[in-house]
T-cell receptor, first 114, second 112 residues
Framework: EAQVTQNPRYLITVTGKKLTVTCSQN?????MSWYRQDPGLGLRQIYY???????DKGDVPEGYKVSRKEKRNFPLILESPSPNQTSLYFC?????????????FGPGTRLTVL | DQQVKQNSPSLSVQEGRISILNCDYT??????FLWYKKYPAEGPTFLIS?????DKNEDGRFTVFLNKSAKHLSLHIVPSQPGDSAVYFC???????????FGQGTTLQVKP
């Protein structure tokens, strides 16, 4: 089944404790992206990657890191999480990142930073 | 500054009637628009899109209308069904980077 998977689905952590949220897709997509969803703000893009070893900042990259060493994986790293990073996170992928390419989203990771 | 706005946080409609969800944008460079639907505990799923060279696109019960002069798009669902109850996000893009700007979302409730 074609899908985007994220792990963990739920995470509660404390300020400053490094964490990684994994994202994997099995559709051989070149484009991958991370979003966060917050009440009243919709989905905002954090980082995106057009291909392996190519990453770029989205609208809200501060406090986040990403890497794209393999086509299928695009982990989101929070080196020193803070409470304002409490949010619902979505990973997405599309074939080439063209505007007409459908973006497929993962199920989401709900992160709480205490 | 919110470049894509959905000013109605929620909408309630009777089953069988029309649902109209609205979206406004400010950036005249946007030339591609999409609607995504999101159920609780799931990721958004693509619903329908429209290019700025068109003013209407239809897919079954779903139609998206684009009014470029007003910088406004709307999603019409006819007839509405209880299974359409979800959060609907509009999104806009420009160029060919795959970058999308999303609105805040509108929660649609279709009552049986």
């Amino acid at each position: 089944e074609a899908q985007v998977t994220q792990n963990p689905r739920y995470l509660i952590t404390v300020t400053g404790k490094k964490l990684t949220v994994t994202c994997s897709q099995n559709m051989n997509h070149e484009y991958m992206s991370w979003y966060r969803q917050d009440p009243g703000l919709g989905l905002r893009q954090i980082y995106y990657s057009m291909n392996v070893e190519v990453t770029d900042k989205g609208d809200v990259p501060e406090g986040y890191k990403v890497s794209r060493k393999e086509k299928r994986n695009f982990p989101l790293i929070l080196e020193s999480p803070s409470p304002n990073q409490t949010s619902l996170y979505f990973c997405a992928s599309s074939l080439f990142g063209r505007r007409e390419d459908t973006q497929y989203f993962g199920p989401g990771t709900r992160l709480t930073v205490l | 500054d919110q470049q894509v706005k959905q000013n109605s946080p929620s909408l309630s409609v009777q089953e069988g009637r029309i649902s109209i969800l609205n979206c406004d944008y400010t950036n005249s460079m946007f030339d591609y628009f999409l609607w995504y639907k999101k159920y609780p505990a799931e990721g958004p799923t693509f619903l329908i899109s429209i290019s700025s060279i068109k003013d209407k696109n239809e897919d079954g019960r779903f139609t998206v209308f684009l009014n470029k002069s007003a910088k406004h798009l709307s999603l019409h669902i006819v007839p509405s069904q209880p299974g359409d109850s979800a959060v609907y996000f509009c999104a806009a893009g420009s160029g060919n980077t795959g970058k999308l700007i999303f609105g805040q979302g509108t929660t649609l409730q279709v009552k049986p």
